[in-house]
């Protein structure tokens, strides 16, 4: 109540694109197709290991809750954009606003700390193949998977709360598709330095401690995988990583395109377009990146598919 006291905005305007219509025509059947094969492919792994039992061991119960978090990311950001680029402008109240950031921050915070508990398990099955089950076992599985969703509730909580303490006391439009942090943090009516500084050394510590985990754990794996005496081994080991790897540079990677490169340059057009490769690439191709080079999760696919069909045909 103190914080609405302070605060004359009581609801803010998304202005997406709304200088350039034909582009939000253009975005609009893009992103709609971008949304519905996000949600089917990742579901379909949910489904999927969820229903077969040979798929729960911690590789693929990690797969599983990456997937729930690809779903939740989408489906906090997509509705809204759609939205905004199906209007000139649309509004989004105080509460909206602060809600969508929060999940925001809390998915992608638990992204990062799974990418690196995915990590750690490709290294303890690598390098300690017979230690495996007793090093990874339910228990230890079960705190990895916790710590992951806490430390992303408390990124979200203490980041978007402190945001949403400023006064907001116009104007309420925010240049931007939805509600993140920079654009958001515009608009107040307060010194934000502080918030700034915590917000930089927050990122970096969120984003570097998993890398410099998966960076280890991935060190460790080559220098274990180039000992081993067979050529199958190691094309074995390189394969079981492949996946995971591949989804660690696209996230990284895209994340790093958006926050890590300098922006004074880049028109308003171009600031709102980059956020869009690791919120939209990233659950999108995740699903694919899993499924089509893992023979285990296509084996169960087509079993359950054969089940399935086995069922209706009788």
Avoid at 15 to 24: A, H, I, K, V
Avoid at 238 to 260: E, Q, R
Avoid at 285 to 296: F, Q, W
């Amino acid at each position: 109540m103190k914080r609405q006291n302070k605060s004359s905005v009581v609801e803010f305007t998304l202005l997406g694109f709304s200088n350039f219509p034909e582009l939000q025509e253009q975005l609009f059947g893009v992103f709609l197709i971008i949304y519905l094969a996000t949600l089917m492919g990742n579901v379909i792994i949910i489904v999927l290991i969820s229903l077969e039992q040979s798929l729960h061991v911690p590789m693929y119960l990690f797969l599983l809750n990456l997937s729930v978090v690809e779903v939740s990311f989408s489906a906090v950001i997509m509705p809204q954009m759609l939205l905004v680029l199906s209007t000139e402008k649309t509004t989004i109240t105080f509460s909206g606003c602060f809600a969508q950031m929060y999940f925001l921050l809390l998915f992608g915070g638990t992204e990062c700390f799974l990418l690196g508990a995915m990590a750690y398990d490709r290294f303890v099955a690598i390098c300690h193949p017979l230690s495996y089950p007793m090093i990874m076992n339910k228990r230890v599985f079960m705190k990895l998977v916790i710590f992951s969703w806490v430390s992303g509730i408390m990124v979200a909580t203490v980041q978007a709360t402190w945001v949403f303490s400023f006064p907001f006391c116009g104007p309420s439009e925010i240049n931007h598709l939805f509600c993140e942090t920079p654009p958001v943090l515009e608009l107040a009516c307060a010194d934000t330095f502080l918030f700034e500084v915590y917000a930089f050394a927050g990122t970096v510590l969120i984003v570097m401690v998993p890398f410099v985990l998966i960076l280890s754990s991935y060190v460790r794996i080559l220098f274990a995988i180039l000992k081993m005496p067979s050529t199958a081994g190691r094309q074995k080991a390189f394969s079981t990583c492949a996946s995971h790897l591949t989804s660690v540079t696209l996230f990284y990677g895209t994340a790093s395109m958006t926050y890590l490169q300098p922006k004074s340059g880049y028109s308003p057009e171009t600031k709102k377009l980059m956020p869009l490769s690791y919120s939209l690439l990233t659950p999108l191709l995740n699903p694919l990146i899993y499924s089509l080079r893992n023979s285990e999760m296509k084996r169960a696919l087509m079993k359950l598919w054969r089940r399935k069909v086995g069922l209706h045909t009788f």
